[in-house]
């Protein structure tokens, strides 16, 4: 309870920091989406919400547009390349353990079916859908996509996710409708950003999609055959 009153506050939260840590907030709010888009440890730290909430608070001129877009851009590029390299240190090894806390089948598996959908574009997508977003250049790491291909898509990710999220909320979060029901916003944005994956939840338990037995089919061996097959390592 106490998180959701956090994240439903957390532009209120987010000026406090400001006053207290003034220009090293830049350092901070960079760490955060470096961690979110870098670490498979940290699927959960706001994404969506806090991107649109930073660009309010630029339009408020608690931060400057000019500085916080170039660093959350940084922050997202630097994040999903370190994410990719961990990956690819690791490689079979992150399949090697049935109930890893970090490396989880189901979400191994999530991330793979997506790649078996949506090819390279799947860097792209990924962005817009929580946990598999941060799983998504560790996925591409573990199966070796080509390195060369992935940097492209990971620039153009980064763009549309930072640019698009963090505009809307420097246009809209100035409007007084919005700022004056700025609760009902972040929920909208919570709800929009959740959606891809409780959509995929949805159909999950009506297809029982991840199945004990797919989840031994979550293997490297799968996720190697879906690369070769999606021309991914070319």
């Known amino acids: 309870m106490e998180i959701i009153q ?31 888009t870098g670490l498979v440890v940290t699927p959960f730290l706001p994404g969506d919400s806090l991107l ?18 170039p660093v959350l851009l940084a922050a997202s590029f630097l994040g999903d390349n370190v994410n990719y390299w961990i990956g690819r240190k690791l490689g079979p090894r992150a399949f090697s353990k049935e109930n890893s806390r970090v490396f989880k089948k189901a979400y191994l598996e999530k991330t793979r079916e997506f790649y078996a959908k949506h090819g390279r574009k799947t860097i792209i997508l990924a962005k817009f859908v929580p946990v598999v977003r941060t799983f998504a250049p560790f996925v591409a790491g573990v199966g070796k996509m080509n390195y060369t291909t992935f940097v492209p898509f990971s620039v153009l990710a980064s763009f549309i996710w930072i640019t698009s999220l963090t505009f809307a909320g420097f246009f809209l979060g100035s409007l007084p409708f919005v700022k004056n029901n700025f609760e009902v916003a972040i929920f909208a ?13 949805i159909k999950a338990r009506k297809e029982a999609r991840i199945t004990k037995q797919q989840l031994q089919h979550a293997t490297y061996k799968e996720l190697d055959t879906t690369f070769e097959k999606e021309h991914l390592k070319d």
């Open 6 to 36: 956090f994240i439903l506050h957390l532009d209120e939260n987010l000026a406090n920091l400001i006053q207290q840590f003034g220009p090293f907030t830049y350092i901070l709010l960079f760490l955060v989406i470096f961690a979110e």
């Open 52 to 69: 649109f909430i930073i660009g309010s608070l630029a339009a408020q001129e608690h931060l400057l547009i000019w500085i916080i877009y």
């Open 189 to 201: 944005i919570i709800g929009i950003s959740l959606f891809p994956a409780a959509w995929e939840f």
